[in-house]
């Protein structure tokens, strides 16, 4: 039986020039950030479906936001625009010399919203912060949140800092994309058993073609607090240097003498990334055990209900005997060169 598509639609506004489509290219359209000088206004309202796992498909409204496209939003195109939404993502340029006006539309849409898609998810970006100086970010973007969060009462917003020149793009719009996966926690308790069983420090679950992180799990606790968005941002650029010499990124391994970490494909619409710290555990193992989960994460993308989660089982014992072999062959090849 073919899987229905679960479209869920998304609303990007925001005054013109906050940069909207610059980061909508960057997320789903691969460019990077110096290539999106080149974009131009956008005319109206652009629509795109971004297909995510399985048989989510965002519907992508990205709002033109020229003052006559906002002032025909509230009125003649108020019921096509604002409703059946399930996310508002509204930008804000930090530099405005207008955030009155810009306060004054962003509360025109929420009672929009209100009226239209009341149980819809709020989110604001407060965007270009490349362009205040560092000592002040915090401060500046502190205020912000507050006046936003006030101003959208009885309506609840998450906010966050953004610039296309870094990695917190990556992390507002995870944030995003993991409220509109329907089946996260399934997701994440799946992803919490293959970590234990195959004892991994971390494993994180990427989508495939944002690479934005869509679900993890850690058994130690980690130093970096934005090593997630960070990877994101960097394997995102190394994938398009590949494709720019012809090539596909599919799988990668970087060791230390404290770690190893496996990226890896794991389904057809995610990557999966697994640290390790464990020096008894052989790189095969590991690789082996990734593959031998992809079948079941893959039915967990197509089918929902309680009975995935004892799939994970028979991955244990795979990974049991997996290692068991990945280390009988290790001392045979090291009886063999003894020998030698």
């Keep these: 039986m073919p899987n229905t598509a679960m479209k869920k639609k998304v609303l990007l506004m925001g005054k013109s020039g906050s940069g909207k489509t610059s980061m909508r290219s960057i997320i789903f359209a691969n ?41 025909n939003y509230f009125t003649s195109q108020r019921d096509n625009i604002f409703r059946n939404v ?20 962003y509360q025109s849409c929420l ?9 819809a998810k709020i989110f604001c970006l407060v965007h270009k912060m490349d362009l205040v100086q560092e000592d002040q970010r915090d401060l500046i973007f502190k205020e912000r949140e507050e006046d936003l969060r006030r101003l959208s009462r009885p309506l609840e917003c998450a906010c966050f800092r953004t610039s296309i020149w870094d990695e917190t793009l990556y992390k507002a719009w995870s944030s995003i994309v993991y409220q509109l996966i329907p089946n996260v926690q399934q997701l994440e308790m799946n992803l919490r058993n293959f970590a234990q069983i195959i004892e991994a420090d971390e494993v994180l ?11 993890h799990y850690q058994c130690k606790e980690q130093r970096d607090v934005h090593r997630f968005e960070k990877i994101s941002n960097i394997i995102k650029q190394f994938k398009l240097s590949c494709s720019k010499l012809a090539a596909s990124f599919q799988s990668m391994e970087v060791r230390n003498s404290n770690f190893a970490a496996f990226i890896d494909i794991f389904t057809s ?12 555990i052989p790189s095969a193992a590991t690789l082996i055990n990734i593959r031998n989960a992809r079948k079941h994460f893959e039915k967990l993308e197509r089918v929902d209900g309680p009975k995935h989660s004892l799939l994970m089982q028979s991955c244990g014992e795979s990974d049991r005997t997996t290692r068991a072999t990945c280390n009988r062959k290790e001392k045979e090849n090291d009886q063999a060169q003894t020998e030698l």
């Design 205 to 215: 679950l990427f989508e495939r073609a944002t690479f934005l992180v869509i679900s």
């Design 31 to 71: 460019y990077i950030a110096r290539d999106t000088r080149r974009l131009g206004a956008t005319i109206d309202v652009e629509h795109s479906h971004v297909r995510f796992l399985g048989n989510l498909v965002l519907n992508l409204w990205d709002c033109g936001g020229q003052d006559t496209f906002m002032e």
């Design 269 to 280: 619409n995610t990557y999966v990334m697994v640290v390790m710290s464990d020096p008894s």
């Design 86 to 105: 399930e996310v508002l993502i509204y930008v804000f340029d930090v530099e405005s010399r207008e955030l009155e006006k810009d306060m004054h539309y």
């Design 111 to 119: 009672e929009a919203i209100l009226q239209n898609s009341p149980d």
